[in-house]
């Protein structure tokens, strides 16, 4: 039982709408042209600004759904989607329980969690090689 | 003493001993002036004395004419803080809360931002006044200790509170307390310097028209 | 004595990928207000760092820091602080009791002399020799003068090891103190102190201070109350998502009205978050679902020193915290007895004036003149 079993919704009132999402957006052109240029781009921690849920939504809304969409199993799952802006990801951490810990967009090619880190590779290698010795 | 400690005793024992020095001085005052009264006038009047002083009690809180253009920035200066110094503590939320609190009556407030604006405005015209009490030789030779020790007075609720607005200077704990700790200052000295005039001075002006309306003369 | 484990083999072991991890990084970097690019290298250092050796001591407290540092199962996102350090004294965690419990304690402060961290939960009780908080007998002051010289940092988990907290709060019938009270007062070893004051602290606080001091072997920049900036640095309100609200005085009256249902400012329901510094508004509870102010209820200051003694949890911030009326009623009596008295002793004083008074005749100006 998480707390995503508990049948209450957050309903986001229109009136808890704050209107802090047009400074968000002109920081990911910045970072996207950033991206282009020099092919460095960064990203933006959500939780860290002061935005309601109907805020949100806002933001949701006004960067789409893109082509890819990937959850990442790992201590709990990681949801990764790309924007309807190309190069424009929402990364969201969440816990065992389905509770979201990190909220990031990141703006680059493709979010670091989604590649495979060589430590990762070489257990992947050990486990691939016994499985082929003759047994 | 660590900021918090400081804001509890503000809230708390400090708001207290201010109070009762403001009652009591004020009340002593008060009630010795009137016990002294002045001197019977056994001359038939000429007219009312109430409506003389009525009147004067609204017509010398308007400016005077001619006051601009002789001593402009007094004018200036002086109109502006004292409303601007009145709009902060009256309508602005948290003060709104204190005073509802303290008297039972709340009234609306007015946006943050306005209050914030209206305070450095009346900053700025204390400074101002403060200067050209410095600087003009007759208002220096006039003053006293009493009437610095009024500015700072006045000044400093104002000056912490927009401090601790902007978070400036030190956090906002230790600045939230310095600011009540000012206003209790504030309090205290009002019925002992010549800020007494924020009650006395509806009593002069009435006395001012009382007489003269008294004697049939119009003021 | 064995090679000492490195945090990655203990991740290894555990079946924890390095997307994992580097998930747990990030989410440690967003707390930590880091940018969000950190989070790769914090990871890589802290894969390649051993665990630190940690001894936890509890004294006058209520085991709430411990039930939130520990709320978790493993192996999840806020357990990894388990991975990180190697808890090697916790009573309420250790199987071991009694003789055997105490015995662990010594062991592990022996092995791990002058490296350990020591957290202490908990305020400590100094009045009548101590006596109204003992374990095993040994008063919590004792134990405490024991450790902390073999400790590298404490870490005093809690408002009440951090500012003496609830058993601290007027009357404080038991003398309790903070560490750092104790400390400044000289009747403990001065250590590097972290406090991290909360009732109960975030748990991913702790953790941040842990990877931070096994990533940059260094304590992180505190503030004024010995607590890290990076997670202390802003008040509740200047973080709070309801702040816009406060600007534009649109606030809850009551905690089921109109403004309380569009999630409004909850300033004049008491809300404490004006003076509280915290980072419940950014790292929120309960794995991240929401904080109190998002629940509907306005901060209570709890990481801030005497927050039980700052007035009722609803009276707003400017109110008093005790009633006027009384002293208002009495300096008003007061006044108009001391206001009559001079009063009347200013009329006396006239009185006498008047009597003392001789007119000026003509006799007088011409005796003036005689001589």
């Given at each position: 039982?998480?707390?995503?079993?508990?049948?209450?919704?957050?309903?986001?009132?229109?009136?808890?709408?704050?209107?802090?999402?047009?400074?968000?957006?002109?920081?990911?052109?910045?970072?996207?042209?950033?991206l282009?240029?020099?092919?460095?781009?960064?990203?933006?921690?959500l939780?860290?600004?002061?935005?309601?849920?109907?805020?949100?939504?806002?933001?949701?809304?006004?960067l789409?759904?893109?082509?890819?969409?990937a959850?990442i199993?790992?201590?709990?799952?990681?949801?990764?989607?790309?924007?309807?802006?190309?190069?424009?990801?929402?990364?969201?951490?969440?816990?065992?329980?389905?509770?979201?810990?990190?909220?990031?967009?990141?703006?680059?090619?493709?979010?670091?969690?989604?590649?495979?880190?060589?430590?990762?590779?070489?257990?992947g290698?050990?486990?691939?090689?016994?499985?082929?010795?003759?047994? | 003493?660590?900021?918090?400690?400081?804001?509890?005793?503000?809230?708390?024992?400090?708001?207290?001993?201010?109070?009762?020095?403001?009652?009591?001085?004020?009340?002593?005052?008060?009630?010795?002036?009137?016990?002294?009264?002045?001197s019977?006038?056994?001359?038939?009047?000429?007219?009312?004395?109430?409506?003389?002083?009525?009147?004067?009690?609204?017509?010398?809180?308007?400016?005077?004419?001619?006051?601009?253009?002789?001593?402009?920035?007094?004018?200036?200066?002086?109109?502006?803080?004292?409303?601007?110094?009145f709009?902060?503590?009256?309508?602005?939320?948290?003060?709104?809360?204190?005073?509802?609190?303290?008297?039972?009556?709340?009234?609306?407030?007015?946006?943050?931002?306005?209050?914030?604006?209206?305070?450095?405005?009346?900053?700025?015209?204390?400074?101002?006044?403060?200067?050209?009490?410095?600087?003009?030789?007759?208002?220096?030779?006039?003053?006293?200790?009493?009437?610095?020790?009024?500015?700072?007075?006045?000044?400093?609720?104002?000056?912490?509170?927009?401090?601790?607005?902007?978070?400036?200077?030190?956090?906002?704990?230790?600045?939230?307390?310095?600011?009540?700790?000012?206003?209790?200052?504030?309090?205290?000295?009002?019925?002992?310097?010549?800020?007494?005039?924020?009650?006395?001075?509806?009593?002069?002006?009435?006395?001012?028209?009382?007489?003269?309306?008294?004697?049939?003369?119009?003021? | 004595?064995?090679?000492?484990?490195?945090?990655g083999?203990?991740?290894?072991?555990?079946?924890?990928?390095?997307?994992?991890?580097?998930?747990?990084?990030?989410?440690?970097?967003?707390?930590?207000?880091?940018?969000?690019?950190?989070?790769?290298?914090m990871?890589?250092?802290?894969?390649?760092?051993?665990?630190?050796?940690?001894?936890y001591?509890?004294?006058?407290?209520?085991?709430?820091?411990?039930?939130?540092?520990?709320?978790?199962?493993?192996?999840?996102?806020?357990?990894?602080?388990?991975?990180?350090?190697?808890?090697?004294?916790?009573?309420?965690?250790?199987?071991?009791?009694?003789?055997?419990?105490?015995?662990?304690?010594?062991?592990?402060?022996?092995?791990?002399?002058?490296?350990?961290?020591?957290?202490?939960?908990?305020?400590?009780?100094?009045?009548?020799?101590?006596?109204?908080?003992?374990?095993?007998?040994?008063?919590?002051?004792?134990?405490l003068?024991?450790?902390?010289?073999?400790?590298?940092?404490?870490?005093?988990?809690?408002?009440?090891?951090?500012?003496?907290?609830?058993?601290?709060?007027?009357?404080?019938?038991?003398?309790?103190?903070?560490?750092?009270?104790?400390?400044?007062?000289?009747?403990?070893?001065?250590?590097?102190?972290?406090?991290?004051?909360?009732?109960?602290?975030?748990?991913?606080?702790?953790?941040?201070?842990?990877?931070?001091?096994?990533?940059?072997?260094?304590?992180?920049?505190?503030?004024?109350?010995?607590?890290?900036?990076?997670?202390?640095?802003?008040?509740?309100?200047?973080?709070?998502?309801?702040?816009?609200?406060?600007d534009?005085?649109?606030?809850?009256?009551t905690?089921?009205?109109?403004?309380?249902?569009?999630?409004?400012?909850?300033?004049?329901?008491?809300?404490?978050?004006?003076?509280?510094?915290?980072?419940?508004?950014?790292?929120?509870?309960?794995?991240?679902?929401?904080?109190?102010?998002?629940?509907?209820?306005?901060?209570?200051?709890?990481?801030?020193?005497?927050?039980?003694?700052?007035?009722?949890?609803?009276?707003?911030?400017?109110?008093?915290?005790?009633?006027?009326?009384?002293?208002?009623?009495?300096?008003?009596?007061?006044?108009?007895?001391?206001?009559?008295?001079?009063?009347?002793?200013?009329?006396?004083?006239?009185?006498?004036?008047?009597?003392?008074?001789?007119?000026?005749?003509?006799?007088?100006?011409?005796?003036?003149?005689?001589?």
């Amino acid at each position: 039982m998480s707390l995503r079993d508990i049948a209450v919704r957050v309903e986001a009132s229109p009136a808890s709408r704050i209107g802090g999402i047009r400074p968000i957006l002109h920081e990911i052109r910045t970072l996207l042209a950033a991206l282009i240029d020099t092919g460095r781009g960064g990203s933006i921690d959500l939780r860290s600004l002061p935005l309601s849920p109907a805020d949100f939504e806002a933001l949701d809304a006004a960067l789409g759904e893109g082509e890819v969409r990937a959850t990442i199993r790992a201590l709990g799952e990681t949801r990764v989607t790309e924007t309807a802006i190309h190069g424009v990801w929402r990364v969201t951490h969440c816990n065992d329980g389905g509770e979201a810990v990190a909220d990031l967009i990141e703006v680059c090619d493709a979010p670091e969690i989604l590649k495979t880190h060589a430590a990762d590779a070489r257990v992947g290698l050990a486990k691939l090689r016994t499985r082929l010795e003759p047994g | 003493m660590t900021g918090v400690e400081l804001l509890n005793w503000a809230r708390g024992p400090g708001l207290q001993i201010a109070l009762v020095v403001f009652i009591v001085g004020v009340a002593i005052r008060f009630i010795e002036m009137w016990l002294l009264g002045k001197s019977p006038d056994f001359a038939e009047a000429r007219g009312s004395a109430a409506a003389g002083g009525w009147r004067t009690l609204f017509t010398r809180s308007l400016p005077m004419p001619g006051a601009l253009k002789r001593a402009p920035l007094v004018f200036l200066g002086g109109y502006v803080f004292h409303i601007g110094f009145f709009i902060t503590f009256l309508f602005y939320a948290p003060h709104i809360l204190f005073l509802r609190a303290v008297t039972g009556f709340s009234w609306p407030a007015l946006p943050a931002y306005l209050i914030d604006v209206i305070g450095l405005v009346s900053i700025a015209a204390l400074v101002a006044v403060l200067v050209h009490r410095l600087t003009d030789p007759v208002r220096r030779f006039l003053s006293r200790t009493g009437d610095y020790v009024a500015w700072a007075a006045t000044f400093l609720p104002l000056l912490t509170g927009y401090f601790a607005y902007h978070r400036l200077v030190t956090d906002y704990t230790t600045m939230l307390a310095l600011h009540v700790l000012s206003f209790e200052l504030l309090l205290v000295l009002i019925p002992l310097t010549k800020l007494m005039h924020t009650f006395t001075f509806a009593v002069s002006r009435w006395y001012n028209g009382a007489i003269a309306g008294r004697k049939g003369v119009k003021v | 004595m064995h090679e000492p484990e490195t945090l990655g083999d203990v991740l290894a072991k555990r079946g924890v990928s390095r997307r994992g991890f580097l998930k747990y990084c990030a989410t440690l970097a967003s707390l930590m207000a880091l940018p969000p690019s950190v989070a790769a290298q914090m990871a890589d250092k802290l894969t390649r760092a051993t665990r630190q050796s940690v001894i936890y001591l509890s004294f006058q407290e209520c085991t709430g820091c411990l039930e939130s540092l520990s709320r978790t199962h493993s192996p999840t996102l806020e357990g990894l602080l388990f991975d990180l350090i190697s808890l090697d004294y916790q009573e309420t965690l250790l199987a071991a009791a009694g003789h055997a419990a105490e015995e662990a304690r010594a062991n592990a402060m022996r092995a791990n002399s002058g490296k350990f961290v020591l957290m202490v939960d908990g305020a400590i009780p100094l009045k009548d020799g101590g006596v109204y908080s003992t374990i095993a007998g040994r008063t919590n002051i004792e134990i405490l003068k024991e450790a902390v010289p073999h400790a590298a940092a404490v870490i005093a988990v809690g408002t009440c090891s951090s500012f003496g907290g609830l058993p601290h709060a007027n009357p404080n019938p038991t003398g309790a103190v903070s560490v750092g009270t104790l400390m400044e007062k000289g009747l403990i070893e001065r250590k590097p102190l972290i406090n991290v004051s909360g009732c109960p602290p975030i748990p991913v606080v702790i953790s941040g201070v842990v990877a931070h001091f096994l990533t940059l072997g260094t304590l992180p920049e505190l503030d004024g109350y010995g607590r890290p900036k990076v997670f202390f640095g802003d008040t509740i309100h200047d973080r709070c998502y309801r702040r816009p609200f406060y600007d534009q005085g649109k606030f809850a009256k009551t905690f089921d009205d109109e403004g309380a249902r569009n999630g409004w400012c909850l300033y004049e329901l008491g809300c404490k978050g004006p003076t509280t510094y915290n980072a419940c508004a950014t790292a929120k509870w309960n794995g991240g679902v929401s904080f109190p102010i998002e629940s509907g209820h306005g901060c209570l200051g709890c990481s801030e020193p005497d927050f039980w003694d700052a007035g009722s949890f609803y009276a707003p911030l400017p109110a008093p915290r005790a009633p006027l009326s009384a002293a208002a009623g009495a300096a008003i009596a007061v006044g108009v007895a001391a206001g009559a008295a001079v009063g009347l002793a200013g009329l006396y004083k006239r009185k006498k004036a008047q009597q003392a008074h001789t007119k000026l005749t003509v006799d007088d100006l011409e005796t003036e003149k005689k001589p």
